[in-house]
């Protein structure tokens, strides 16, 4: 059974709550108990299909369909096999584009194929995407502004200057993670991101193991140590940080009809006060 709807006070905009060694159990529990919403990305069919289940024990849990571009080589000639999991999901994520980490090129065709599949899909419905860009954000910026779509969240932008720019004209949000803690340059494009497209994340369980060895597994409290960093680079109070992005995710996600199951623990049916509110 599902634990009694509770309103969204935070926001974590991408985890991978089924990586998780328990299986995520854990963290739901603490979902729940400081009201962290949570976009759960999924990395592949098998990762949705766990994080589906996690999302049927918590509306706190926003399940994502995609196919990581780490992985993309696996189906780029099997597209039609993902149709029954992105028709079924409410957002599309994590998907996108990879060519830093990526480094052999004969693997681009691959991730291409499978990224034009979900911009397709995505500009055909509307969804909001969770994007991946390392090392193919004017690539990016140009697929999404030639098929006219602005409801994307950049995950762990770690880009050029002049493609974040492209990207915040285009409409995108942004998410800032535990690596404003440890990052100079992480710190400096959390400054240009206009506050009004600003998200909160924390990437777990694995997004502090890149900075941490000595941490096995982050766990969703870490959104407060992101929500104080912010807020300090900002000269905000930590509640108005926290606040400024609940607005934030309201505006993204009005009227969405694909969130239609997961509007009662929305921001925008919350008590929690719009940024700037008297």
């Not at 060519?99 to 499978?114: G, H, M």
């Not at 807020?231 to 109070?237: E, G, I, Y």
Request: glycine content about 6%.
């Amino acid at each position: 059974m599902k634990p009694i709807p509770k309103a969204a006070q935070y926001i974590d905009a991408h985890a991978h709550l089924d990586l998780y060694r328990d299986g995520g159990e854990k963290a739901l529990q603490e979902i729940e108990a400081h009201g962290i919403l949570t976009i759960s990305a999924a990395m592949n069919p098998a990762s949705y299909r766990e994080t589906f289940a996690l999302a049927e024990k918590s509306d706190l849990v926003i399940p994502a369909f995609g196919v990581h571009p780490w992985e993309a080589q696996e189906y780029a000639d099997r597209t039609d096999t993902l149709d029954a999991g992105l028709l079924s999901a409410p957002v599309i994520g994590e998907v996108g584009l990879d060519f830093r980490y990526v480094t052999d090129k004969k693997r681009y065709p691959a991730q291409e194929r499978v990224f034009e599949y979900f911009l397709s899909h995505a500009g055909e419905t509307g969804k909001i995407l969770n994007l991946h860009t390392t090392g193919a954000e004017k690539t990016i910026a140009e697929r999404l502004r030639s098929r006219d779509i602005t409801r994307a969240i950049i995950h762990w932008y770690s880009g050029p200057k002049d493609a974040l720019g492209a990207l915040i004209d285009i409409g995108c949000y942004f998410t800032v993670g535990v690596e404003i803690l440890f990052s100079r340059k992480i710190r400096d494009i959390a400054r240009r991101i206009p506050l009004d497209r600003l998200l909160t994340e924390t990437d777990n369980p694995v997004g502090i193991v890149w900075y941490r060895k000595d941490i096995p597994e982050g766990t969703p409290s870490l959104i407060f140590d992101v929500i104080g960093a912010l807020a300090d680079l900002h000269r905000m109070s930590t509640d108005d940080l926290a606040r400024r992005i609940i607005d934030n995710v309201t505006t993204l996600t009005r009227d969405d009809p694909h969130l239609t199951n997961y509007r009662r623990r929305m921001p925008a049916d919350t008590t929690v006060p719009a940024y700037g509110a008297e």
